[in-house]
């Protein structure tokens, strides 16, 4: 099977891109440029009608959208690596931390500091504007630190969120790590040691460099 993966560097797809390596599967990469309007393009809403990335297309021609679904379709489709713990308690613990990351500090955090826009109110008149964009991104970035403290608290003392193995878990949480990092935003400690023992695998060093990042 060749997968066919459409991402944008340093987006959360680099967390699917992370897996796909992890597992040494064959895929080919589509480079979606968001600002250039790619992901509104007919071709692609046709694969993803969303218009979001990651998407993962089979070779049967259907599409896995979303990080989560594509994350889990991996570790399941794939159990050699064990991105998915066995124990059935570890495994819902894992995707429960994995749903935080993605819809939490992603979702809400995130958005708000990377497209602010989405967030000002309608109507508003353009001298108001450079305040309101100014007030979503604090408030983007208070709902960041936040929910860092949150994981924070429930991350063992070392090794990776779940224990000794690395979960798709880890992927998840290590992108927005790395966004952490490339916005000034102050990880707490046990974050902190968990970006850099994810950042110093390999296959992560591997995939930032063909990301573009050093």
């Known amino acids: 099977m060749t997968l066919k993966f459409y991402m944008t560097p340093g987006s ?13 599967l064959p895929f080919e990469v589509t480079i979606v440029n968001m600002p250039a309007g790619d992901h509104r393009r007919p071709e692609y809403l046709a694969l993803n009608p969303k218009g979001t990335i990651p998407t993962l297309a089979l070779d049967d ?3 896995l959208t979303e990080f989560q679904a594509i994350a889990y379709w991996l570790a399941r489709t794939y159990p050699r690596k064990r991105l998915l713990p066995d124990d059935v308690l570890l495994a819902t613990q894992t995707l429960e931390l994995m749903d935080y990351v993605v819809g939490t500090v992603h979702g809400q955090g995130y958005t708000r500091v990377f497209t602010t826009d989405r967030y000002l109110p309608a109507g508003l008149a353009d001298a108001d504007k450079t305040a309101w964009l100014a007030s979503i991104q604090a408030r983007g970035r208070e709902m960041v630190t936040e929910a860092f403290a949150v994981i924070e608290a429930r991350l063992p003392e070392s090794g990776y969120a779940m224990g000794a193995d690395f979960s798709i878990a880890d992927a998840a949480l ?17 974050c902190a040691a968990h970006y850099q023992l994810v950042r110093a695998r390999p296959v992560v060093q591997r995939v930032l460099r063909e990301e573009g990042y050093r």
């Not at 290590?174 to 046990?190: C, H, M, N, Q, S």
């Open 174 to 190: 290590f992108y927005v790590e790395f966004w952490a990092d490339k916005t000034g935003i102050t990880l707490p400690p046990r």
């Open 12 to 24: 959360c797809s680099t967390g699917i891109h992370i897996l796909l390596e992890e597992l040494d």
């Open 61 to 63: 021609g259907r599409a």
